[in-house]
């Protein structure tokens, strides 16, 4: 029974994850409208940042696996710079999101290109961890099915009816238009998705970071 404690922990640990992220959502529900400085979009940020320092903290613990753990940690950075895009763009200068992020790239790649052959290695035996699956099972999501879901057609046919049934109109024409009608309940919905996906790619990394400190352990 107490193997299964560290098992039971993480259940616990991970559901209470996903029931603060319940209330996040819920948070901005109550507001109306998910903008660029919305509750769930700062979520989005300190989850990318948690999972990436994570990553970094625990590399030098995780010999075996550091390469990866880094060049990941790289990969959530550039996620992170992307989130903050409106700011930095704003703040700083157009585009500074994008030059931020080629600089964390260019030092991924240098650091993969001397570590080829390691990095290879890692990842062929943390791909077959459950971590990695749940990290790659979020970055699908995040990637592909949430851009899918997001499509604005999906959410025009969708809306159309209640549109015209309960929209007011004034002189032939509605006051709200149907693609402003239908843009905060996409917008709120696609972001919550996105936020489920950056809270499985989190449960992903720990797993990962779990499974590679455990691993150099056994070895050394």
Excluded: C
């Excluded at 940690?73 to 200068?93: P, S, Y």
């Excluded at 290109?113 to 990695?132: C, D, H, M, P």
């Amino acid at each position: 029974m107490k193997s299964l404690y560290p098992l039971i922990i993480r259940l616990f640990a991970y559901a209470g994850l996903m029931f603060l992220m319940s209330l996040v959502i819920q948070f901005d529900f109550a507001e109306g409208e998910v903008k660029e400085d919305s509750l769930i979009e700062i979520t989005q940020e300190i989850i990318l940042l948690i999972g990436s320092l994570l990553l970094i903290g625990f590399s030098s613990k995780a010999k075996d696996f550091k390469i990866f753990n880094l060049a990941l940690a790289g990969f959530l950075g550039v996620h992170v710079v992307r989130e903050f895009d409106f700011w930095l763009n704003t703040q700083l200068f157009d585009k500074a999101w994008q030059a931020i992020s080629l600089v964390i790239v260019i030092l991924v790649l240098i650091m993969v290109v001397r570590n080829w052959k390691k990095l290879v290695f890692e990842i062929a035996a943390i791909s077959k961890t459950y971590g990695f699956a749940f990290f790659f099972s979020g970055l699908v999501i995040l990637h592909v099915f949430s851009r899918l879901y997001g499509r604005k057609l999906m959410w025009i046919d969708l809306l159309r009816d209640t549109h015209d049934k309960y929209v007011i109109e004034e002189n032939g024409e509605k006051i709200i238009p149907l693609r402003d009608f239908m843009r905060p309940v996409k917008d709120a919905s696609e972001e919550s998705i996105e936020l489920l996906a950056y809270s499985i790619m989190l449960i992903g990394v720990v797993e990962m970071i779990i499974f590679g400190i455990k691993s150099s352990r056994k070895i050394n």
